[in-house]
């Protein structure tokens, strides 16, 4: 399970990065889309498929609790 230290920062970023893409910038914002939830966040992760898998390959375990 992600600690909520990790998601919170995780989600920090990435609410950063959306903002500099058509999802968080002009009149996409406010868009009714699948793409948005109804509290207006997105799931779509704003990174390249190389930065995604170099991101999933190399993760830190300290972000994680174990049993």
Known sequence: EVTPEAN???RERM???LGKTVFG???CAGS???YFS???ETPVRPASTNQTNR???NFPLSDYLID
Do not use: H, I, M, T
């Open 8 to 10: 919170a920062q995780f």
């Open 15 to 17: 609410s950063k990065l």
């Open 25 to 27: 910038l002009g009149d």
């Open 32 to 34: 009714r889309s699948y």
């Open 38 to 40: 109804p509290s207006g």
């Open 55 to 57: 991101e999933n390959d």
